[in-house]
Structures are given as C-alpha cells and as structure tokens.
C-alpha cells in the first residue's frame, strides 16, 4: 500500500522529470536557433534590405545623372501615382493579364495533370515532353512567338490565311492593338501551364488510391470522386501553385518587353518600372511603382489565403 511518503517522492521525480525534459526542449529550440541565425541574417541582408531602400527611395526624389543629393518629399511620388494614367494602364493590363492567364492555367494544368497522373503506356515520355515550354528561357520563347506571329513570314498568318482560309489577310498579330494582348496571353499560357500542371500532379500523388478504391465500392460517379475527393484534398497544392503563378504574372516583363519593348499601350507594372527607373533614371518614383507593385501582390496573396482559409472553416 502507498504511503504519503512513496506519493510525495513519486509525485517529486515525476515534476524533476517533466522540468528537465522541458529543459532540454529549449535548449534544442536555443540550439537550432543559433544554427538557422546565419541563414537568416543572410535572407534578411539579400531580401530585407532591398525593399527597405526600395521603400526609403520612393519617399525621395533621387534621380540618377542629376549629381544633387536626394531630397526627402513625403508621400508625394505616391501621390502623381494616382493621377498617372500610364500606371493606371499598366495596373489594369497586368491585372487582367494576370487573371486570364492564371485561370486558364489553372484549368489546363489540372486536365493535364489528370491525364498524366492516370496509368497508360508512355506516361514517363509525357511526363518528360510537357516540361520543354516550361524549360525554354522565356526570352527566346517570346522571341520565337514574335517570329511566328509576324504579319509576313510568320507561321500563323501561313496556317490560317494561306493554308487553311480561316482569315482573308494577314493579320499583324504584335502591332495590332486588338489582337496583342490574346497573342502575349497565349505565350504565357503555352509556356507555364506546364509548371502549373507539374505543381498539381504532385499533390495528386499525394491523395491515397484506397479512397478512390472505397468511393467505387460505394458506387460514385467519376465527377463524383472529383469534386468529392480530388478537388478538395488538391486544395493546398492549388493555392501553392495559385501564389506562385500569380506571384510571376503580376511582376511580368520579360515576355512583354521582347514582343513589345516600351510600347505606351502594352506596358505592364514591371515595364513601367523599368522604364521609370532605366530609360527615365528617376529612381524615387520608379521606387514608388515599385513598392506599388508589391503591395497589389500582397492583396492578391491575401485574398487567396482569406478564400481558401474560408473554405476550409
């Protein structure tokens, strides 16, 4: 039978027990921390440090050539934004880009991954080909669009004029206004739908076959075992690829400066901020648009984050 004495020594080694397992998980929380503290002054000095200057020049009004020091103006670089209607073009136009080239994405690398994910012979050689677009550096991939899209000698214009009479004449597809920005969106789409489609197999591999296996026992629908089973459980592998792609349509240049260079009516926010601080050297207000850039991406994140959350509750 216990004693109080057995109780109260158990009861003394059980506390010494606990404080010095408590003990040793902070000083292997102390430890790791001191092994990641390089790797994070590191980080903070590369990306940290950038985007404080970025944000101090754009409360400036440093130019570059000028040889006069940069005078602090307050938020007044913020304020020609909003009366600049060049930035208003170029918000409006990498916004929609944006959206017409991240949902189509969306659409077509998920069929593909579906497809690719599904057992037939060849599936590796699949796998292997649909990342050659992604592969390709994006400025010779623009820069073969461009030529394939030329009014004279272009691909395009031989296959649906000459070849198959879709068009009566041929179309200048990179000068004409109506038809430039369909023709920039497709190289977008054509290139990165394969990163899209690589991002969602692999959270398709991830999803258990015996779910699929018991949905069938049960007799679902293949829609069914789709919107029951693949969408919802493919949900954290689709906001990862959503960031990501949004993330590189909103900073997009490359693709737009090759077809267009600094084109008034095609200039997206990272072309106009190149432009600014370039071509034009005026570094406060480029760093304005800059900073302007990074937060109409962090309102994108967000809103992903708040919808995908929502869901989830």
């Known amino acids: 039978m216990s004693t109080p004495a057995n109780i109260k020594s158990t009861s003394a080694t059980s506390a010494a027990a606990r404080a010095d397992s408590t003990s040793f998980e902070a000083r292997r929380r102390r430890r790791a921390w001191l092994f990641l503290l390089p790797t994070l002054i590191v980080v903070a000095f590369i990306a940290l440090y950038p985007l404080a200057e970025t944000f101090y020049l754009s409360f400036t009004n440093a130019r570059l050539g000028t040889g006069e020091p940069a005078r602090f103006v307050g938020a007044q670089n913020y304020a020609d934004l909003v009366q600049d209607s060049y930035f208003h073009d170029a918000v409006l ?109 692999a959270g398709l591999q991830l999803i258990p076959s015996d779910l699929y296996e018991a949905a069938r026992v049960d007799g679902a629908t293949p829609l069914q075992q789709f919107t029951r089973i693949t969408l919802p459980l493919l949900k954290p592998s689709m906001l990862v690829a959503l960031i990501f792609r949004t993330l590189d349509a909103l900073r997009v240049f490359d693709v737009f400066f090759v077809m267009f260079g600094n084109r008034p009516d095609m200039q997206t926010m990272a072309t106009y901020a190149q432009q600014t601080l370039v071509s034009i050297s005026n570094i406060g207000y480029g760093s304005a648009v800059s900073v302007a850039l990074f937060m109409i991406i962090a309102v994108f994140i967000m809103i992903y984050l708040a919808v995908f959350r929502t869901e989830e509750a």
């Open 93 to 201: 136009l990498t916004v929609l880009f944006t959206v017409v080239t991240v949902l189509s994405e969306l659409t077509l690398g998920l069929a593909i991954a579906l497809v690719v994910n599904s057992q037939f012979k060849g599936r590796s050689a699949v796998r292997a080909a649909m990342l050659i677009p992604w592969a390709i550096p994006t400025v010779i991939s623009a820069q073969m669009w461009k030529w394939m899209y030329n009014d004279v000698y272009g691909v395009f214009n031989d296959l649906l004029v000459h070849r198959l009479g879709v068009l009566d004449r041929n179309i200048a597809f990179v000068a004409d206004p109506d038809v430039s920005f369909w023709a920039v969106a497709l190289i977008d789409i054509w290139k990165t739908t394969p990163f899209m489609a690589l991002l969602l197999l």
